[in-house]
């Protein structure tokens, strides 16, 4: 009789990296310009009446100096070796994809059907790739919709923050299935009423004169600011918010599972990172 068979040892699953590595100098650099976006979104609450910063008048400074940041993002990454060629394909794919989505649902309560791409793309592509992502598609949307004004870096850096979230999501390696679907439509319904959060604040300094229960004062006590911040969110944003993060919530729970596998069998097959052979 033969004696028992030993059975294989199982072989490791190497994990992939993510589309875009964070490197030394990328985080530096995304670290860098996200530090200067909550600057740039938070001083009005925090500048003194007598300053003579809370104005519009200081909108286009701003965006020249935000532009810059974020393309230090991207200069940062590539010389971290961490975007190959194809990474880039794959970002110009999908930004277009992001690009073309978002007027489906321009003037129409609020829905951004670009959303739960971001969200999907980030999961499975990483933060680092999440974040170019979400902040180049923001700038090609806008170009494509005539959206270019002093709100478009703030945009771009929301968008960035909201697709790098979503590969920060625990489990990416591990979690498959409805749970994975349910932690992603949970993150797409927070984060889309954040975005909506987070760039009201970006305007809502320069609608002074409005009415008083909502406007900003340069200079009041940062708690009756915030009580007027959010009186003014609820009055004019959140009709916009909340079918942003309804729809978002349901395009995932429908398609997320052939889009994330979509994504995933992309991935595996561009073996990103890997060197280009020609034989």
């Known amino acids: 009789m033969n004696g028992p068979r030993e059975r294989p040892a199982r072989r490791p699953v190497a994990r992939r990296p993510a589309a875009v590595r964070l490197g030394p100098r990328s985080a530096a650099a995304l670290a860098l310009v996200s530090a200067a976006g909550v600057a740039a979104f938070g001083w009005p609450l925090l500048a003194d009446s007598g300053s003579g910063l809370a104005h519009s008048g200081d909108a286009p400074w701003l965006f020249a100096l ?3 940041l974020l393309l230090a993002v991207a200069v940062a990454t590539v010389a971290d070796t961490g975007l190959d060629a194809k990474a880039v394909a794959m970002l110009g794919v999908l ?24 969200v999907l793309s980030g999961r ?5 790739f999440g ?12 170009l494509l919709t005539g959206g270019v004004g002093p709100w478009m870096p703030f945009q771009m850096l929301s968008m960035g923050w909201l ?8 489990g990416p390696h591990s979690l498959r299935g409805r749970g994975e679907l349910a932690l992603l439509a949970a993150y797409g319904a927070v984060s889309s009423l954040a975005y909506g ?6 305007g809502w300094p320069y609608l002074a004169g409005m009415s008083s229960g909502i406007s900003f004062v340069p200079g009041d006590p940062l708690p009756d600011n915030l009580a007027r911040y959010a ?11 909340v079918p942003r993060a309804l729809l978002t919530v349901v395009l995932i729970l429908v398609c997320g599972g052939s889009v994330l596998r979509a994504l995933r069998r ?14």
């Open 124 to 128: 499975v592509l990483g933060p680092g």
């Open 95 to 118: 930004a277009a994809a992001g690009a073309a989505l978002r007027p489906l649902g321009a003037g129409t309560a609020g829905l951004q059907p670009m959303f739960f791409l971001m």
């Open 131 to 142: 974040f170019v992502l979400g902040a180049v598609s923001m700038f090609a949307s806008a």
């Open 163 to 170: 697709t790098m979230g979503a590969g920060l999501l625990p």
């Open 66 to 68: 935000m532009l810059p």
């Open 197 to 202: 959060l987070v760039m009201n604040l970006q």
């Open 231 to 241: 009186a003014y969110v609820a009055t004019t944003s959140l009709g916009w918010d």
């Open 266 to 279: 992309a991935t595996r097959r561009a073996a990103f990172e890997e060197p280009v052979r020609f034989e």
